[in-house]
């Protein structure tokens, strides 16, 4: 790649601000332009990057001088925006959820087959170091035939959180299911493929979210035989995240995420076929968050033609169907099709 690309980030929170210093850092991309619609945001922003800022999205969108554009406002927007860049011609990257719904995710999709350009789903989760290799070592048959796996993630919620953007249908989409809820979703799904029936309940236990969930439980079949059971939740006071896969000769687990999640830790198990206790091999990352990083090179190495990209179009969807199959099911009280 010669040229550096130039990006424009969309919503400089909590994540925008992360991409726009990603994308600073970054030998193959400069970070132009952030936006947010309040100025104090985008100019924090601004100086962390290097990068002009503006209160109007419209005006980082519209620049013919970049290349790529990050959405990274709450989610009641993404598709609106993310689809705006496509159209003017740009590659996208927008956050999780892809939106706030099905129909959101397929409209943003289909934008970009129209528009012929690099769509990704900010999925860091994949890039994770205990989650690549769990991945790794489940796709390479390490543990067998997957017969189900298991997946808590959550926090502790926070007084007033009912009166920020995650705490507003309109803006969320959803509550915790789709918020956190959605990471482990879509490692299901990379691990597993898609599943065909899905089972939910959802409370809503401490936080008053009116009808936004603050716990979700969702159980999923795939086409395989395997089994999946996850819990999502606002109210487990010690964050916390687990991921674990049980094949027929063996298991991988991976437990925390760095930082207040605790160290992220891949154990790997070998059945003994004369039982007893299992062989284990025991990873610990203990150092910072590469995720954000190796997610942005990713990125990059795909507008440079490079192929095999993680959170594709097609990922983002697949993720959101199996998230309103989870809604749709809790509604019903009854399994539903994905
Ligand atoms: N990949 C991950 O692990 C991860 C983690 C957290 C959040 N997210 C996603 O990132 C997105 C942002 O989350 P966050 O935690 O950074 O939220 P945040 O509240 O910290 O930041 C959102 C920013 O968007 C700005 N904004 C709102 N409407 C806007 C508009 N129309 N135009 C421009 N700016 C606007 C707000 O002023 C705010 O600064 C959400 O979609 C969220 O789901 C992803």
């Not at 400089?12 to 726009?20: D, H, M, P, S, T």
């Not at 920020?164 to 989409?173: I, P, Q, V």
């Not at 995720?291 to 990059?300: K, N, P």
């Not at 190495?301 to 179009?313: K, P, V």
Request: hydrophobic residues 45%; negative net charge; contains cysteine.
């Amino acid at each position: 790649m010669s040229a550096r690309l130039r990006v424009g980030v969309v919503g400089c929170g909590l994540i925008g601000r992360r991409r726009a210093i990603e994308a600073g850092a970054s030998p193959h991309t400069e970070c132009a332009a952030v936006a947010d619609r309040v100025a104090a945001a985008a100019n924090e922003a601004a100086a962390v990057s290097g990068a002009e800022a503006t209160d109007d999205w419209r005006r980082v969108v519209e620049r013919p001088d970049l290349d790529a554009i990050v959405v990274a406002t709450p989610n009641g927007y993404l598709a609106e925006i993310a689809i705006a860049a496509l159209s003017a011609g740009k590659h996208v990257l927008v956050e999780k959820p892809m939106g706030r719904n099905v129909a959101e995710a397929e409209r943003i999709r289909a934008a970009a087959c129209a528009a012929g350009r690099v769509l990704k789903v900010g999925f860091n989760h994949r890039y994770h170091p205990a989650i690549a290799e769990a991945w790794r070592r489940v796709t390479d048959g390490g543990i067998g035939e997957v017969i189900n796996l298991h997946c808590r993630y959550g926090h502790g919620g926070r007084p007033g959180y009912e009166r920020e953007w995650r705490g507003s249908r309109a803006l969320a989409g959803g509550g915790e299911l789709i918020d956190q809820g959605v990471h482990v979703v879509d490692l299901l799904h990379w691990f597993v493929g898609v599943p065909h029936e899905a089972f939910a309940v959802l409370q809503t236990a401490v936080w008053p979210l009116g009808d936004l969930e603050d716990n979700a439980f969702g159980l999923f079949r795939f086409p395989s035989g395997a089994v999946a059971a996850l819990h999502t939740s606002l109210t487990v006071w010690k964050n916390q995240f687990g991921f674990d896969v049980y094949g027929h000769t063996g298991a991988v687990t991976v437990q925390g995420l760095g930082g207040s999640y605790g160290v992220e830790t891949l154990n790997v198990y070998r059945r003994r076929l004369e039982g007893g206790a299992p062989e284990r091999e025991t990873h610990a990352f203990d150092g910072p968050d590469e995720s954000w990083r190796l997610e942005w090179e990713d990125f990059v190495r795909a507008l440079d033609g490079g192929e095999g990209m993680l959170g594709t179009a097609d990922d983002g969807v697949a993720a959101m169907r199996m998230v309103d199959a989870l809604y749709r099911s809790a509604a019903a009280g009854a399994v539903v099709e994905v």
